[in-house]
């Protein structure tokens, strides 16, 4: 009689958390306390009205949210939304546990690819992030790394995200400095979708915004937030919450006010329209009070963000996380340290989206080469998150058998199909050291450098996809959105 196997759990992906759920329940009560009770600063009018009507207290620009409201709004969150390529595939499943990572936007300095220098951005570098953020296979969205220096003021939103999608087929998490600009963005991805119905069926692009951290929803902010919602238009909003400076020094403070600030977006969203998508989270690490630098790089930001990843599960939210960054000023073995320990506590708690891969000088730097060399720190992680396949194959006891002892094991059927589910580097060191040394000695920076520019002088990208009239299309977004600047006085 065969025997059957019960209460056998199936364990691929490992993961790890902060909080008991205890103290889950704790932080989230508090979240509804400060909602409530403090309330959060939101700067405008149509928004407050909004609030005001479903029951929330007004007192200037000040708004009290009811916990009843919070938790309505989570009940009408969606289970699952999917962002597409601007071809019609699926790319992105935001669903819990699914990790995706990519850079982060608007920086002020660039690395440049040839000459290695800190510089101003430039537009021709939205391109530089696009193609080779295309080219690498562990980047799953992609942001611009920069804020361009050399387009019209009030235009870079637009000239950013109009080169980025022409040059990727990685979705993009576009950002915008106010309505105006979100609607140029959304022209835009409807061109590359193939109109409004398709991009509602086809979402090809996720909108980010920020709240002011402590607590304040600024006019644009929440503006764009309600542009999105009214569209569907998927989209973040997170704070970039400094511990001890914007927020409580203590961990669980500082996740209590982060949760409330992001949850005031959730909140309006779903009453605009229940069963958008919106994510939380954002960037969640401590000032340095001896240099009053943010510090990307601190130990703190992994529990940080990993608590707060816990806690947008909790409440059934998608998490917005960071990770690959570094506060020291160019890709070297501090950044590798800072970066992989980032990287590897964002794939186990979960996080959804992972950003800002290729900060560096404390989120005032874009360098691509970290970029790279992120994501081959993310193609590690990743099979510590695949864990161990535990099967009637993979425990292999007839080929133990026949190979018994003092044998070996390279000419086995066996080994010919699973050894090529073994992770392979394309920039760590195997080699001997004789072949090391006829290659010519060359040091994982060397070849971070070197695998950078190969792409960028070879990686064609899917530019040449692009029909000519949708390219058309585009230019005549951002000649509008010039000409609305100019006329404007933006």
Known sequence: MASVRTNYTINRSPRFSFLSEDQKETIFHGMLKVLQDTGADVHHEGAREIFKKHGCKIDGVRVRIPPKLVRQALQCLPLMTTIFDWEGNPRIYVEENRSYFGPGPTLVYYRDPYTLERRQCLREDATTTARVCDALNNIGFVEGLISISDVPRGTEDVYEFADMIQNTTTPIMAWAFHRGGAKDLHRIGCIMAGGE???????????????????????????????????????????CAIGGATVPATHAGQIVVALSESMVGVVLSQLINPGTCIILGGVQAPLDMQRAIYSYGAPELNPLCGGLTEMARYCGLPMFGTSGCTDTKTMEIQSGIEAALSIHSSMLTGANFVHDNGYTESGKTGDIFQTVMDDEIIGMARVIEDGLDVSEESLALDVINNVGSGGHYLYEDHTMKWFRKHWRPSL??????EDWDKAGRTTMKERIINKTRDILENYEGPINKVPGEVRKDIQQVVDDAVARVEREGL
């Open 197 to 239: 119905e398709a991009f509602k069926k086809k979402p090809n692009y996720i909108l980010y915004s920020e709240p002011i951290s402590p607590l304040v929803s600024d006019f644009h902010a929440i503006d764009k937030l309600m542009y999105c919602a009214e569209q569907g238009i998927p989209q973040d909003y997170s704070p």
């Open 428 to 433: 760590m060191d195997r080699q001997s050291y």
